[in-house]
C-alpha cells in the first residue's frame, strides 16, 4: 500500500506533511470564522431546522430568548389552554389583560431591534392590523394602537378562541426566533468565540515564528524584517483583535500556497486554476496590446507633426559644443590611425598609376611614357607620404585643432541646417512610420489564439479535455 502511495506522489517528508496539517488546520478556522460571522444573518434557519446549533452557539455569543417575547409566547400557550378548559374563567381574562400589555410593549419598544429582525416587527403589525380592521400605518400613534389592541384581545370566547389559534400559527415563529444580547463591561456585545479561536491563533503564531526563523537563517530575504512585510496577509490574520477578524479570510491566499506546493495537491493544475490562469492570461495580453498600440499611435501622431525633429534640436543644441568636440576628436583620430593612412596610401597609389593616362597635363609633357611613369609615381608616393606625415604633424598644433574643430562645427551645420536636411527628414520619418506600422500589426495579433501548445499550455480547450475524459 505504502509502496503504490509512494509511486504515485513520491517522497513523504516531514515539510510536506506539515504543510498538509497546517492546510487543514486554516480550512478549519476559516470554516469557524465564517460560521462565526454569518450566525447572526442565518440563526433563524439554524432555530428552525437545526435546532441543535441555536442551543450549541448561542452561548458563544451571549445569545438568550428575548424576556419580552418569551414572555408573550408564555401568555399566549397560557391563555390558549384556559380558553379550552375555562373559557369564562376569571384567569383567563388576567392572561389577555397580560397579553394585551405585552402587545402594546412589543409594538413599542421594539425587541427585534437589537437581533436585526426589524422585518418582524412589521409582520407582527400586519398581523394585529388585520385582526382589529385598522390599517398597518394608524398604529403608529400610540392611541389608536393602543385601541386596536385593546380590540384584538376583547370579544366573545369564540373571537378570543380564534385569535389565539391564529397568533400561534402565525406570530409564534416570529416571537420564539427573536433573542437578546447582551453587552460585557466595556459595552460591547458578548462574544466569546475567542476561546474556540484562541487555539488556532496559538499555532498560526507558533508556525509563523518558526518559517520566519527558517527564513532568517536561510538568508531567504535581504534583511530580516522583510519576511513580516512579504508574508503581510498573514500577519494581519494574526492580529488578536475581534475587527480585523475579517482578515483572517487572507489566509486563503497562504492556503493557496501551500496546497500549490504540495506534491499530494492537484491545485493549481485542475481545471479550474487553468481556466483562471488562461482567462487571466487574455485580459492581461488584452490590456496590455491596447495600451502598447495607444503608444504606438501616439509616438506615430508625434512623428508626423514633427515633434521628433523639435525635441532633437533642443537637446542636441544644448550639447552642441560636447558633440562638436567628440567629432573633432574623432576626426584626428582617424587621421592619425595607421591603418586609416595604410588605406589613403593604397588609394592614392592606385591614381598615380593612372594619372598619365587621365590628366591631360602630364600628356603633355615631352617626355615618353616610359620616362614619366616612374618618375611620377616616386615623385607621387614621395609627395604623398610628405603630405600625410604634414598633415598628422599639423593636427597636433593648436592652429590644426582649430582647423579640425571648425570642420566638425561645419559637419554639425551642415547635417542639422544644410540643403539635404529636409530630404533626409522625409526618410527619417518614413521608415520610422513603417517600422512603427510593422509593431503595431505584431502587436494587434491576438497570441492568446493562436493554437500553439508550448505557449498555452493549459488552456481552455485542453481543460475542457480533460473534463470529457472525466466523463
Request: charge should be negative.
Amino acid at each position: 500500500m505504502f509502496a503504490r502511495w509512494r509511486e504515485k506522489y513520491g517522497k513523504i517528508t516531514a515539510r510536506l506533511l506539515w504543510d498538509l496539517f497546517m492546510v487543514w488546520v486554516a480550512l478549519i478556522n476559516l470554516g469557524l470564522i465564517a460560521f462565526d460571522l454569518t450566525y447572526p444573518w442565518l440563526r433563524p434557519y439554524y432555530f428552525h431546522y437545526v435546532p441543535v446549533v441555536t442551543r450549541v452557539y448561542d452561548p458563544v455569543l451571549g445569545i438568550e430568548p428575548h424576556p419580552l417575547t418569551e414572555q408573550f409566547v408564555e401568555d399566549l400557550d397560557a391563555a390558549r389552554s384556559l380558553a379550552d378548559l375555562a373559557p369564562g374563567s376569571p384567569e383567563l381574562a388576567e392572561r389577555l389583560s397580560t397579553l394585551e400589555r405585552l402587545t402594546a410593549r412589543i409594538l413599542t419598544e421594539n425587541p427585534f431591534d437589537r437581533s436585526g429582525l426589524g422585518q418582524n416587527l412589521e409582520l407582527f403589525k400586519q398581523e394585529i392590523a388585520h385582526e382589529s380592521g385598522r390599517p398597518v400605518a394608524a398604529l403608529n400613534h400610540q392611541d389608536t394602537m393602543l385601541a386596536a389592541v385593546h380590540d384584538l384581545w376583547t370579544g366573545s370566547s369564540a373571537e378570543i378562541r380564534a385569535r389565539l389559534d391564529r397568533f400561534d400559527v402565525v406570530a409564534r415563529d416570529l416571537l420564539t426566533e427573536n433573542y437578546f444580547r447582551e453587552y460585557d463591561p466595556s459595552g460591547r456585545l458578548v462574544d466569546h468565540f475567542w476561546v474556540l479561536d484562541l487555539p488556532f491563533l496559538l499555532l498560526f503564531w507558533v508556525e509563523f515564528c518558526i518559517r520566519w526563523f527558517v527564513a532568517v537563517r536561510r538568508h531567504t530575504f535581504a534583511r530580516w524584517f522583510f519576511f513580516p512585510i512579504f508574508n503581510w496577509y498573514d500577519v494581519l490574520g494574526l492580529v488578536p483583535v475581534g475587527y480585523l477578524r475579517v482578515f483572517r479570510l487572507l489566509r486563503l491566499v497562504s492556503v493557496y500556497l501551500r496546497l500549490r506546493r504540495s506534491e499530494l495537491s492537484h491545485v493549481g493544475k485542475d481545471f479550474v486554476s487553468r481556466t483562471v490562469a488562461y482567462i487571466s492570461n487574455i485580459v492581461t495580453e488584452e490590456v496590455s496590446d491596447r495600451v502598447a498600440i495607444r503608444i504606438l499611435d501616439e509616438f506615430s501622431e508625434e512623428i508626423r507633426n514633427g515633434t521628433h525633429r523639435r525635441i532633437i534640436q533642443e537637446t542636441v543644441g544644448d550639447r552642441r559644443s560636447e558633440v562638436e568636440q567628440v567629432l573633432s576628436d574623432q576626426i584626428r583620430e582617424l587621421v592619425a590611425d595607421e591603418e586609416v593612412l595604410a588605406s589613403v596610401r593604397e588609394v592614392l597609389r592606385l591614381n598615380l598609376g593612372n594619372a598619365v593616362e587621365s590628366s591631360d597635363a602630364l600628356r603633355a609633357v615631352p617626355l615618353p611614357k616610359a620616362v614619366m611613369a616612374p618618375v611620377i609615381r616616386v615623385v607621387g608616393e614621395v609627395i604623398l607620404d610628405t603630405t600625410l606625415e604634414t598633415v598628422r604633424a599639423t593636427l597636433e598644433t593648436d592652429d590644426g585643432r582649430q582647423a579640425v574643430d571648425l570642420l566638425a562645427a561645419t559637419v554639425i551645420d551642415r547635417l542639422f541646417g544644410g540643403p539635404a536636411l529636409e530630404e533626409t527628414e522625409r526618410l527619417v520619418r518614413e521608415i520610422s512610420l513603417e517600422v512603427i506600422d510593422h509593431m503595431k500589426a505584431t502587436v494587434a495579433v491576438k497570441k492568446w489564439a493562436q493554437p500553439d501548445a508550448q505557449r498555452l499550455p493549459h488552456s481552455l480547450a485542453e481543460a475542457m479535455d480533460d473534463i470529457a475524459a472525466t466523463e
